[in-house]
């Protein structure tokens, strides 16, 4: 139990498109998930927490308006990169916490590896 | 926003050897602490936690031990096998919240 999908799991996109990133729970419901950012040998870093049916709050430092987050359901967030410039190539993870679960309880995604070009 | 080098802290152990991989937090009022294990082009994977009105728990093959005074963290993996072999990530979490920082990682290596 208490999975958690992404798709794509890879993309390549050309400088100046957008794409789309998509977070589901698989056999639990989410009020809340979460997106990471991680580069190369480096840790993640918390880009935004998404609640549904309500506004992402974003980190500091985090452009909302670049990375725009919905999370329309209780099984689905998505993470849009706006724009996206080679310097947006990254490991996007993705988490989310059970509805009526613990207070810690959180479960990850496997990650979408993207390439901007 | 934090500052990491590019080169993680690598930690080479023996199969079978046990392996010790420690983290430094930074928040006094972090009340809830994980580990995850990391494999390459993966998401995290949950290993063991603690509270932080607990100083040590113990799992299959791992224990993790608090020491809140010093703010320390570390997981001890006993008789640590190939499939051991990711990064290891601290995570600590504030006051009842799901919200976790990381820590920078540790990679484990494995050698026959």
């Known amino acids: 139990g208490a999975v958690v999908s992404q798709h794509p799991s890879r993309v390549i996109c050309k400088s100046g498109t957008s794409v789309k990133i998509e977070c589901r729970s698989l056999?639990?419901?989410?009020?809340?998930m979460f997106w990471y950012r991680q580069f190369p040998k480096q840790s993640l870093m918390l880009m935004a927490t998404?609640?549904?049916?309500?506004?992402?709050?974003?980190e500091q430092g985090v452009e909302k308006d670049k990375f725009l987050i919905n999370h329309a359901s209780l099984t689905l967030s998505t993470l849009t990169v706006t724009s996206a410039h080679p310097e947006d190539s990254s490991f996007y993870i993705c988490?989310?916490?059970?509805?009526?679960?613990?207070?810690?309880?959180?479960?990850f995604g496997p990650g979408t590896r993207l390439t901007v070009t | 926003g934090e500052s990491v080098g590019l080169h993680l802290p690598t930690l080479s152990v023996q199969e079978g050897d046990n392996s010790i991989i420690n983290c430094a937090y930074s928040?006094?009022?972090?009340?809830?602490f994980i580990w995850y294990k990391q494999e390459s082009g993966k998401g995290p994977q949950f290993i063991i936690d603690?509270?932080?009105?607990?100083d040590k728990r113990q799992g299959q093959r791992v224990t993790v031990l608090l020491n809140k005074t010093v703010k320390h963290l570390s997981l001890q993996i006993a008789a640590t096998q190939p499939g051991d072999s990711a990064v290891y990530f601290c995570?600590?979490?504030?006051?009842?919240?799901?919200?976790?920082?990381f820590g920078t990682g540790t990679q484990l290596k494995v050698e026959l």
């Open positions: 988490s989310a916490s059970p509805s009526g679960g613990g207070n810690y309880e959180q479960y």
């Open positions: 056999d639990f419901q989410a009020t809340t």
């Open positions: 998404s609640n549904e049916g309500s506004k992402a709050t974003y």
């Open positions: 928040n006094s009022a972090s009340d809830y």
């Open positions: 603690i509270r932080s009105n607990m």
């Open positions: 995570a600590e979490s504030t006051g009842g919240g799901n919200k976790l920082t």
